[in-house]
């Protein structure tokens, strides 16, 4: 392991965001499309989700 938490967390967060990718390629291209598509208001909203529960989940 490496000696900065923060260096553990961008490896966790790479690790993530690779695998549906490299696992399921085809399904990740069709969910981006259509992620594409959304409102700027939607892309917000799911935004506001994610940073939310990153919070909770670090205060937890």
Do not use: H
């Amino acid at each position: 392991m490496s000696r900065f938490p923060w260096q553990e967390s961008l490896a966790l967060l790479l690790i993530y965001e690779g695998l549906l990718p490299l696992l399921l390629p085809q399904q990740w291209r069709q969910t981006l499309l259509r992620v594409l598509q959304y409102r700027d208001g939607q892309l917000r909203f799911f935004g506001l989700l994610a940073v939310l529960a990153g919070v909770i989940l670090l205060w937890c």
